[in-house]
């Protein structure tokens, strides 16, 4: 069947059918395009929920955020909240036209993303051969969590390029915590208190929540696949996350005012709820006015409506041009490009949106207006198409050679971290795939001889062919 991960896939259509419907009754003067974006929308979420329990779904997730930020977070917008937002981060063009630019590309990306995914390589473990590896793998879980803690204290003492190397590395504790939860030894409770507990931390002392928030649902999926819940079981931890972050996203700017005004007792779970009792107060927490605020989180779309807005009209398409320099900076070092493209540059974003960024404010043009600034509409979503086939296609070099390494798909969180974001810049995205995926070879390469004595007895052949093929 054509993209059978999309369509031919256990999925309750009944339920589907009579969510729309109820979207469609309830909101009654919706457009027809925004009808169709909140169709897509919400298959992508019944998929991501289903997937839970077989799969670490990166796939589905991309496709979720994708309709998160470029579909739900506008159709929101273009049908009232807009009213309630700043003029800065209104729609900048009618509903019609981008929506026409909108549905077809993240249509394609995720096309892109299943049509060469079989039944969703890359993501569905070998359960008994992931556990079998993990009991014969010693300290192996214990030293990937040392290393996470270690590279993450470390981190900040390096320049931007090292920094990320050890950003990266700093993401091996969910990795070994992952490792435990899947063997058959009994996961000592502690191990979890303490790295989800560090994340929790760290997330409320930045007042930065994206972290925590994508290791929860990474969490999640490897905790769906060791004790494979219910339908109600996925359905209530699905509502408190969605909940939770809601919460996050409604509070989180007042919690951040409260931080650097230095009145709520420094940053804390203790002065996060008193700005969430404080908001409740005041307006209370789910007002029209605290929605819109909130919509801006997740409506990447009035930055592609901005794009649209400059490009052509002020700013001619790159053609390409600029999509060289992404990929300059993605693959290649600064030692060897020293004039590459920086994260978060402001002048490029400024140049490409109009918009005026304060000093030390930084935000990305994301993967789909980089699409369109090179090659307009049409040329954009096949663009689309290609960078969701790009990511499917590492999903499956990773399923090739997780037969000679079991434990390899546990990377696949940390690979797609970023490229899963929506609102990352593409090289970003890009760099941090490129930069991933080179280190998990350099771990294996460093380790081989080790890690091939962790296997079973039954792959020692397929494993000398694995080491040969490094």
């Known amino acids: 069947m054509f993209l059978p991960t999309l369509f031919n896939v256990k999925f309750n259509w009944g339920l589907y059918i009579l969510a729309l419907l109820c979207i469609i009754l309830t909101w009654g003067d919706l457009s027809w395009l925004s009808i169709i974006a909140l169709a897509i929308t919400l298959h992508q979420f019944l998929?991501?929920?289903?997937?839970?329990?077989?799969?670490?779904?990166?796939?589905y997730i991309a496709g979720s955020f994708m309709c998160m930020q470029m579909l739900l977070g506008p159709v929101l917008a273009y049908n009232g909240l807009d009213a309630f937002q700043r003029l800065e981060y209104?729609?900048?063009?009618?509903?019609?036209?981008?929506?026409?630019?909108?549905?077809?590309?993240?249509?394609?990306?995720?096309?892109?993303?299943?049509?060469?995914?079989?039944?969703?390589?890359?993501?569905?473990?070998?359960?008994?051969?992931?556990?079998?590896?993990?009991?014969?793998?010693?300290?192996?879980?214990?030293?990937?969590?040392f290393?996470?803690?270690?590279?993450?204290?470390?981190?900040?003492?390096?320049?931007?390029?090292?920094?990320?190397?050890?950003?990266?590395?700093?993401?091996?504790?969910?990795?070994?915590?992952?490792?435990?939860?899947?063997?058959?030894?009994?996961?000592?409770?502690?191990?979890?208190?303490?790295?989800?507990?560090?994340?929790?931390?760290?997330?409320?002392?930045?007042a930065m929540f994206h972290d925590l928030l994508t290791w929860l649902i990474m969490l999640a999926a490897v905790l769906a696949i060791k004790f494979k819940p219910g339908i109600t079981v996925k359905a209530i931890a699905a509502t408190s996350f969605i909940l939770l972050a809601l919460i996050i996203q409604l509070v989180k700017k007042d919690y951040r005012e409260t931080i650097s005004a230095g009145t709520g007792g420094g940053a804390g779970f203790?002065?996060?709820?008193?700005?969430?009792?404080?908001?409740?107060?005041?307006?209370?927490?789910f007002n029209k006015t605290k929605l819109a605020k909130s919509n801006i989180r997740i409506n990447q779309g009035y930055i592609i409506t901005n794009i649209m807005y400059t490009v052509p009209a002020k700013v001619p398409f790159e053609n390409g041009a600029e999509l060289m320099r992404i990929v300059q900076s993605a693959v290649l070092p600064r030692i060897i490009a020293p004039n590459k493209l920086n994260a978060g540059d402001r002048d490029i974003f400024m140049k490409y949106t109009g918009l005026?960024?304060?000093?030390?404010?930084?935000?990305?043009?994301?993967?789909?207006?980089?699409?369109?600034?090179?090659?307009?509409?049409?040329?954009?979503?096949?663009?689309?198409?290609?960078?969701?086939?790009?990511?499917?296609?590492?999903?499956?070099?990773?399923?090739?050679?997780s037969r000679y390494y079991p434990f390899l798909l546990l990377f696949?969180?940390?690979?797609f971290y970023y490229p899963i974001r929506p609102d990352c810049e593409l090289q970003?995205?890009?760099?941090?795939?490129?930069?991933?995926c080179f280190l998990i070879?350099?771990?294996?390469?460093?380790?081989?001889?080790?890690?091939?004595?962790?296997?079973?007895?039954?792959?020692?052949?397929?494993?000398?062919?694995?080491?040969?093929?490094?």
């Not at 203790?270 to 209370?284: I, L, P, Y």
């Not at 001889?449 to 062919?465: E, F």
Request: hydrophobic content about 45%.
């Open 90 to 145: 209104q729609m900048k063009i009618p509903e019609l036209e981008y929506l026409s630019y909108a549905i077809p590309a993240v249509c394609l990306f995720i096309f892109g993303l299943h049509v060469s995914a079989g039944k969703l390589k890359g993501e569905v473990l070998n359960e008994q051969e992931v556990a079998r590896f993990v009991n014969n793998s010693g300290n192996l879980p214990y030293i990937f969590i």
């Open 412 to 415: 696949t969180p940390l690979v």
């Open 147 to 206: 290393i996470g803690f270690f590279s993450s204290v470390i981190a900040g003492y390096f320049g931007s390029e090292l920094a990320f190397v050890f950003y990266l590395l700093g993401g091996f504790k969910f990795i070994g915590t992952f490792m435990l939860l899947l063997g058959t030894r009994k996961v000592k409770t502690w191990i979890l208190v303490l790295v989800f507990g560090s994340i929790i931390s760290t997330s409320l002392s930045s």
């Open 356 to 401: 005026a960024l304060q000093r030390g404010t930084s935000m990305g043009l994301s993967s789909m207006g980089d699409a369109y600034i090179n090659f307009g509409t049409f040329g954009g979503c096949i663009f689309m198409f290609f960078l969701g086939l790009l990511f499917s296609e590492v999903l499956n070099g990773f399923q090739k050679y």
């Open 428 to 436: 970003t995205s890009l760099g941090h795939l490129v930069k991933s």
């Open 47 to 59: 998929l991501l929920f289903y997937s839970f329990g077989s799969a670490i779904p990166i796939r």
């Open 441 to 470: 070879y350099m771990l294996i390469l460093f380790w081989k001889k080790d890690l091939s004595k962790m296997t079973t007895k039954k792959h020692a052949s397929t494993v000398m062919a694995g080491e040969q093929a490094f």
């Open 270 to 285: 203790s002065t996060f709820q008193k700005a969430a009792e404080k908001d409740e107060e005041n307006q209370g927490l």
